[in-house]
């Protein structure tokens, strides 16, 4: 099922810049850090998202800090100089440590997760960041940090990555002193937000999945109402240049690491809305590319234009599949 | 803990107007038929929200249609000429009709609830939508749809009203065929897409207890996390602004049912918002109408004004105390 096609393969090693010249950047989200030895070969240009949990859920966990440093490491080796960004821990909710005694909750997805539970056990976190600082002179590392819902709490988390970095002062750790610090936004409250969290970040991944969970009001697990969650509702959309709009003013960048920077069927629309960065499976980045640089970054704004004129996600829906069908008449859904 | 001191008492027949003749409504939420009777005591100008819930939740139900109509019929009896907003079955999730098979789910709060159950229920939903018709003549009976995320849910509800309607005329049943159907807004996706969902609407309801815990993604029962769950996030601030303005671009009125509504606190900025109808506990109403005919609207807006630049919810409520110290110097909270 990864079979790249020749003409796909053909492209690995051209840039992700449409007919008209407008660039961007196509990476790869990782779990396991072996993965990031196969990632180029489809052409990614980094890591947009390392999610670091697998090293947290393994029993006699979490991760002692010279397991995670090996780990780190061999990512940032396999990417050379290209940028990758890990994220802090996203665990919480279902997902919990095995040695730590389960809490009961009963909407986890609303629940003890991510930052959240970071905050409240601030020794794993620094932890984490310590590690992360300490790996940070050997390769181009940014810390993402994941279900940030407003200002109080990236103050909070970035707090502790000062304190971190004090620690590692104090141990003799080089690290890098301007270390990017990013932040997902997944959450609507920051989506709405997004100008007050842009001052305070240094670049924002958009988490397409629990961002249509939250705005929806929608657990995508659940059979009985997942048909709700449309990440082409109206609303979810204007959460998404809302964000892309308020980290461009504060002059940074908007990536995307949700399934919809993986889909096809969404390239178009998000290059018109004007993403910086798409990171996503890496069998996905060919096809991606080949959207991308088919198009005109003209006609994708105009569809964008289009699209958030529209009142509802069939509306927006029948749009993108007639441009896809004029554009890419091979490249079905 | 009832009891009105003889102030609040003595503005009870007077009008929620501020001291520069600016008007509003305030109005009553009940769970029970027979609260009616007593809300008017408070100064209730209407019932702004009637849990139609209870008449679900007893075994043996759902209530047949007479057992239902003469509940509607009693609250509108008991409010004359007053309008009566009733909420159609906002069950579903931990709240399950006795007789139904309970649905396992993972996270109820963003599962099979509401408007959605109501939808897959059609039978069940157009049982109480022809019951709520029958009564429309004998008051000034509104209706109101809970959870709607999306105009293309709104539209699917409103067609059931209309079938309601046709099979009420085949019958024979009088209703009135301009009762007012209106929406909560509790869902981000909603909030955002205000402005659209108030093409089809004649009001809206802003439901800020859902709205707060969606908004944030937190569980207000969930002590591990109930921190975040603040009305004043800037972010819960801009929904609810925007669904206020929305509104008034269209032309019809903005609610508010939401504990917000009744809190003394948060009197003030939501009349500079431009709040049309509070709607809360009515015992809740004679303070909060003290705060409304003790300020001026332009005091308020200026509030609101600087409350919306505001980068926290801490500093957000710096500001709201300390206008409400100056202003109201005996009510604290
Ligand atoms: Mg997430
Ligand atoms: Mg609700």
Redesign the interface.
């Given at each position: 099922i990864n079979r790249i096609s020749d003409e796909l393969h053909a492209i690995r090693d051209l840039p992700a810049e449409t007919l008209d010249g407008y660039r961007v950047c196509l990476k790869a989200n990782i779990e396991l850090p072996e993965e990031a030895d196969h990632v180029l070969k489809y052409g990614a240009e980094g890591i947009g998202l390392y999610r670091s949990e697998f090293l947290f859920l393994t029993p006699g966990y979490p991760a002692e800090e010279e397991t995670q440093y090996q780990a780190y490491r061999r990512v940032l080796e396999a990417m050379g100089d290209r940028p990758v960004t890990i994220r802090t821990l996203d665990l919480g909710g279902?997902k919990l440590l095995p040695n730590l005694q389960s809490?009961d909750?009963?909407?986890?997805?609303?629940?003890?997760r991510a930052i959240?539970f970071c905050l409240?056990l601030p020794e794993l976190f620094k932890t984490q960041l310590k590690t992360l600082l300490r790996c940070s002179t050997e390769g181009n590392l940014k810390i993402m940090f994941p279900?940030i819902?407003?200002?109080?709490?990236l103050v909070n988390a970035i707090t502790v990555v000062e304190e971190a970095k004090a620690e590692c002062l104090e141990k003799g750790f080089p690290f890098n002193e301007n270390i990017e610090i990013g932040i997902m936004i997944e959450?609507?409250?920051?989506?709405?937000?997004a100008d007050?969290l842009a001052?305070k970040s240094d670049f924002f991944s958009i988490g397409t999945n629990?961002l249509v969970?939250?705005?929806?009001?929608?657990?995508r697990?659940?059979e009985?109402?997942n048909y709700?969650a449309?990440p082409f509702?109206?609303?979810?959309l204007?959460?998404i240049k809302r964000t892309i709009d308020a980290a461009h003013e504060n002059g940074i960048k908007a990536a995307m690491c949700g399934e919809l920077a993986g889909d096809p069927m969404a390239t178009a629309v998000l290059l018109g809305l004007g993403l910086d960065e798409f990171s996503m499976t890496a069998s996905s980045i060919p096809l991606v590319k080949k959207i991308i640089r088919g198009s005109t970054i003209e006609s994708c704004r105009i569809l964008a234009e289009k699209i958030m004129e529209c009142?509802?996600?069939?509306h927006v829906t029948f749009l993108v599949e007639a441009w896809m069908a004029e554009h890419f008449p091979d490249i079905g859904d």
């Open positions: 279902d809490y909750e009963k909407n986890p997805l609303l629940g003890w959240r409240s279900m819902s407003g200002i109080e709490e959450i609507p409250s920051a989506a709405m937000t007050i001052k629990d969970q939250y705005s929806i009001a929608v657990d697990g659940n009985k109402v709700l449309q509702h109206p609303g979810v204007r959460f009142s509802s996600y069939q």
